[in-house]
Each structure stands twice: as C-alpha cells, then as structure tokens.
C-alpha cells in the first residue's frame, strides 16, 4: 500500500511564510508527477502547483511569485514554500501524486490534508 502523509499546516499572519511536506512510503517503484491542491470552505478543489520527476514545474496564477513547489527524489517527498501568504491562501491543502507501484501498475494518490489558516 501506499501513503501520502502531509504537514506543515497551521495558522499564520498575513505576509508570513509556511513550508508544507508530504512524505510518500510504501510499495513505490516510482514517482511521477506530484502536487498540491487546496480546497477552501465551500469552493471546489483547486490546483496550487505541480513538480514532474524531472523538475519541471506548473503554478496557478493566483500564486505564482509566492509559492515554490519542489521534491526530494530520494526522500519522496514534495514540498510547498508558501510565502507572503494571504487571508484567500486560508484552505486545506492536499498532496497528490502519480505512482507507480511494484507491480507496475500506475495509480493517483490523495494525502488526508493540512489545514492552513492565514489571519488577516
């Protein structure tokens, strides 16, 4: 089995800064892409920012400029840099990620989500 296990979460002021983690295990032959959505009280999940397993990179333009999203290979993990956040920044945010497990079968993931709160 496989697990996405994120942290970092919590509450913040506005124009401060937050690192979200989220840590992959299991039966992993690979990681392809990663990412992070977030889904604030009464609106749909949305996409925050993707990272292929080479590097490359896609953001939504609501946070492009503010947030860097990078991974460890070795450490399976990927990362959200959140930085002059804002009250709208305030949802929970959820890992995903593309992997393929042993039997080398391909499956999406979800982590349980953290919660991250920006006062104004």
């Known amino acids: 089995q496989v697990r996405l296990v994120e942290s970092g979460g919590g509450l913040v002021q506005a124009g401060g800064s937050l690192r979200l983690s989220c840590a992959a295990s299991?039966?992993?032959?690979?990681?392809?892409?990663m990412g992070w959505y977030r889904q604030a009280p009464g609106k749909q999940r949305e996409l925050v920012a993707t990272?292929?397993?080479?590097?490359?990179?896609n953001y939504a333009n609501s946070v492009k400029g503010r947030f860097t999203i990078s991974r460890d290979n070795a450490k399976n993990t990927v990362y959200l840099q959140m930085n002059s956040l804002k009250p709208e920044d305030t949802a929970v945010y959820y890992c995903?990620?593309?992997?393929?497990?042993?039997?080398?079968?391909?499956?999406?993931?979800w982590g349980q989500g953290t919660q991250v709160t920006v006062s104004s």
């Open positions: 995903n990620a593309d992997i393929t497990v042993w039997g080398r079968t391909q499956y999406n993931y």
């Open positions: 299991g039966s992993i032959f690979s990681i392809n892409a």
């Open positions: 990272i292929s397993n080479g590097g490359s990179t």
